[in-house]
């Protein structure tokens, strides 16, 4: 069955530093996605990806954050300046139709977790 | 806004036991799908089940199941035969059928399964 891959599965980072991290969405998918999940918390969603732009972002997803699909396989997200409450799992998700071909669903990615230090 | 609600933060059930978790929604749209993924110690977000809000018959996976009540806005997720494996964060999602390229998933900040051998 076709997955989601995220690189670096686990990443420590000073603070201050900029990090990039890493998704290879399933290769027919559209839209694509990342979520993050602070330790103990619920999943929230951060940004959506679509036709080479964001169709949507939360609060979280400020200045410090970007997304790009450069190479039309990757999709990355970069943080610029990291700080201590960045620390989380970030997952990504890619989904296939918008309307009800699939279900709907979302494959996600296993995840990176990001500790800022 | 939509919102998702799991007022149960933890449950336990025996081995091969049944287990009911409970989950309500706030929408005012008509069409939208539900969502139960499965996320354990590995942290990986693993979908279990969804549902067409359309559909007025309960999806079911194997040994999942759901109720799904439009009226009263509730998705609660059965699992029969409880098994160690089941062990793991269980969390409710919401998506719209409308907004194209957005429709973010909206999460319920979990119910924590425990499976007693």
């Known amino acids: 069955e076709p997955e989601v891959t995220q690189t670096p599965s686990h990443q420590v980072t000073q603070m201050g530093q900029e990090v990039i991290l890493r998704c290879v969405p399933i290769s027919n998918h559209l839209y694509f996605y990342w979520y993050r999940q602070i330790l103990g918390q619920k999943v929230e969603f951060l940004v959506s990806?679509?036709?080479?732009?964001?169709?949507?972002k939360s609060e979280i997803f400020d200045d410090q954050f970007s997304v790009e699909r450069p190479d039309g396989s990757n999709f990355t997200l970069k943080i610029r300046s990291t700080k201590l409450e960045d620390s989380a799992m970030y997952f990504c998700?890619?989904?296939?139709?918008?309307?009800?071909?699939?279900?709907?669903?979302?494959?996600f990615g296993s995840g990176t977790r990001l500790t800022v230090v | 806004a939509q919102t998702v609600t799991q007022s149960q933060p933890e449950m336990s059930v025996q081995e091969a036991e049944t287990v009911t978790l409970s989950c309500t929604y706030d929408?005012?749209?008509?069409?939208?799908?539900l969502f139960w993924y499965k996320q354990p110690p590995s942290r990986q977000m693993i979908l279990v089940i969804r549902q067409e809000a359309y559909k007025q018959q309960n999806a079911t996976e194997n040994r999942f199941s759901v109720n799904f009540q439009k009226a009263a806005k509730s998705f609660s997720l059965k699992i029969s035969d409880s098994q160690l494996g089941d062990a793991a964060m269980y969390f409710c999602a919401y998506r719209s059928a409308y907004g194209g390229a957005t429709n973010k998933l909206i999460f319920g900040t979990g119910t924590l399964l425990a499976v007693q051998p």
């Open positions: 990806f679509y036709n080479n732009e964001i169709s949507e």
């Open positions: 998700a890619s989904r296939f139709l918008r309307g009800t071909g699939q279900g709907g669903g979302y494959t």
């Open positions: 929408t005012s749209e008509s069409d939208y799908y």
